[in-house]
C-alpha cells in the first residue's frame, strides 16, 4: 500500500541473501562437524574457552605462541565474564575465564574449580592543566571521598594536604566511570572497599551504584572522556594508561607508601597476597601489604570442570596452562600484564590433581 | 535431449507427469511451504516471549510486579528495578522524536513538493545512505565527536544565555547524556520517517492538489490542508515506526547516555535505556539473579515494543475507516 516499490525489491533481494546465507551457514557447518568428529580421536587439536575480555589479547597471544610450538590451538572467544561462567557451567567449552572470582560456594554448586592466570592493574587518569603524570598524590580515603562525591573541588583541602607543591585549581571535580560491566571496576570498587570502608559504602562489584560521576563504554571510553573533560578523573587498566600518554596518579599503599603503577607493584601485590588463606583462590589483590606494591591490583581467573569428561582434552588443557605460567611471562609482559608468581603457582598445580575423570586425577598428564 | 530413434513414451510421460506435478501439487506445495515459513515468525516470537519469561523468572518471582515501578538497581545489595531505565528510554525516545518528526516532515516535503528533481534525487540518496549506517557507527562518531563538541561549546553557551536558569539545561556540561544521545537518536530515525513520509505524500493524487492550487491556495496551505490531511495515516504509520527504532536502539545509546542509575531530569544529566543497560552490563553480570534482572528488563522492552505495534496498528486502522468514510 504505502510502501514504494523500491523498498519491496530491496526486501527481496534481502530475503535472497539470508536464504543463502542461512543455507552457507548450514553447509559449512555440516561440513565441519564431519572435520571435527574426523580427527577428535586421540587428542583435542583445540582447547575451548570462553569469557572475560580483559585478558583476551594475553590469552590470544599465548594461544598463537602455543599454537607455533605443537599445533595444538587455542580458541578463545571474550564474550564477557557472565557467558564464559554460563559456557562452563554448561560445559560447552573446556574453560571458562572470570575477572571477578566465583564465590567458594558458588564453585561448589556447579562442580568448578577456579585459579588465577594472570594478574594486572588499574590505575586512575587524572585531567588537570599543570599537572602531568605521577604528580598528583592520592590516599584511599581521597579516592573514595571523590567518588562518594564528597570532595567536589580539586583546591579541597584535603587534596592540597598531600600535595603541597601542585598548584590544584578550584575546577569541579567531574567523576568518570565505567557505563559497562568490567573486571576493572571490579578490581576498582573492591580496592575502595578494602582500602577506605568507612568512606565507600556502594560495596564491589563488576558494576555498583555509583554515586556521582558519568558512565563511559569501556576503558577507552573512560579514557576519551578524561581527556576531553578538564577537571575529570578516571580509572582504566594500565595499558590504556601508558598507550594513550594519560596523566596517572600516584597511589599511596597499604605501608603507607606513595607508588606509581608499574608491573614490578603488580608482582609484587600477586606475590605479598595470602592465596593459601583464600579458598578458591578467590581473592582481589587490592590493597596488599608491601613497600612497592600497586594498590589497585587483580587476577583473572580460569574456571573448569572439576569432573571432566575426556582425559586427553583435559590433559591437553591443563599441559597448556602448564606452559602458560611456565613460559609465557615475557608475552604477558610485553602486554602489560604480571605471570603468576611461582609459588602460587605451586599452589594451583596442587589445585589441579583434585580434578578427576571418574576418581582418576588428570594431572600430572601422562 | 532425446536423442532420434527412442520411442516417444518418456518424454509424453513426463509432460503428462509435469501437468499432474503442477496442476496437482505445485500450488498446495508452495502455499505449505509459505505457510511454513511464515509460522517460522510466529514461532520465534512466541519461543522468545517463552524464553524470556523462563529466564526471567527468578527476578520476576523476587520483585514481583515492583519491579515496574522500584527505582533500585544496586548490584551489590542485588535489589533492582525497572522505572529508571523505563525513564531514560523514554526521555530519550521523546528528544529525538521531537527533533526527528517535524525535521522529517519537512525535508518529505521538500523532496516531494518543492524540490527540481535533481536535488530531489540528491537528497533522497542521501537520506537513504544515512538508514544504511550501522548503528555503533552513529555511537562511536557521537562519542568522539559529537560529544567534545556538545561538552565544550554547545553546552556552556546554552547555560550562558537565559535557558541556562531552567531546570532543563541544569548540571555539569560533559557532553553524555540525555540531550547527546536524544540527537543521535533523532539522526538515527531522520531517514526511516522521511522515507516512508516521503512516498505517503508521493501517493497524494495530483488532482487533488491541483484543485487546492485551482482554488487559489498557496503551496503551504495545499500542503497543510491536501497533502498532510490526505497522507494522515501514513505519516502516523512513519511516526510509529521511528518511534519503534528510537525505543530499541541500543550501541548508539550505550556510548552516549552515561549509564548512571538515576532519573534525573535536566537534558544535560545522564541516565540508562532498556537496551543500553542490557548492551553495557549484560556481557560482565555474572550474579545469576542480575542476569535475571537484566532478562526481565528485555521482557518489559518486548512487551512496551509490542503494545507500541498494536497502538500503530489499531490507531491506522481507524484512521483509514474515518477517510474512506469521508471519501
Redesign the interface.
Known sequence: MIKARGLAGTRSWLVLAVFALVVATVGLAACGSKGASGSKAPAADTIIGAGATFPYPLYSKWGSDYAGLNGIKLNYQAIGSGGGISAIEAKTVDFGASDAPLTEADLKTNGLVQFPLCVGGGVLIVNLPGVSAGDLKLTPDLVAKIYMGTITKWDDPAIKAVNPSLSLPSTAISVVHRSDGSGTTWIFTSYLTDAAPSIWTVGAGTEVNWPVGVGAKGSDGVAASVKQVTGSIGYVEYTYATQNAMTWTQLQNKDGKFVSPALEGFAAAAGNADWKKAPGFALALVNEPGPTTWPITGASFILIQQQQQDAARAGQMLTFFDWAYKNGGAAAQALNYVPIPPKVYKLVEKLWETVTISGTPVWPAG | MNAPGVPAGPPGAMKVLRRIRHRRYADPAFRAFTTACGMVVALLMAAMFAVLIIDSWPSIKKFGVGFLWSKA?????GHYGAVTALYGTFYTTVIAMVLAVPLALVIALLLVELAPPWLSRIVGTAIELLAAVPSIVFGLWG??VL??IM??HVEPWIQSTFLGKLWLFQG?P????FLTAGLVLALMVLPFIT??AR??L??VPQVVKEAGYGMGSTTWEVTRKVSLRYGLS?IV?AFFLGLGRALGETMAV??L?????DMQKSLFG?GNTIT?TL?????????SLQ?SALIELGLVLFVITGVFQLLAHLWLRRARRRMGGRA
Open positions: 538497581w544496586d548490584t551489590t545489595a562519542f568522539l560529544v567534545p561538552s565544550n555539569p560533559m557532553g553524555l547524556g522515507a516512508v512516498d505517503v508521493r501517493m501514513g504509520g550505550a556510548f547516555i552515561g549509564q548512571t542509575y545522564t543500553s548492551a553495557n552490563t549484560f556481557a560482565e553480570a555474572t550474579d542476569r
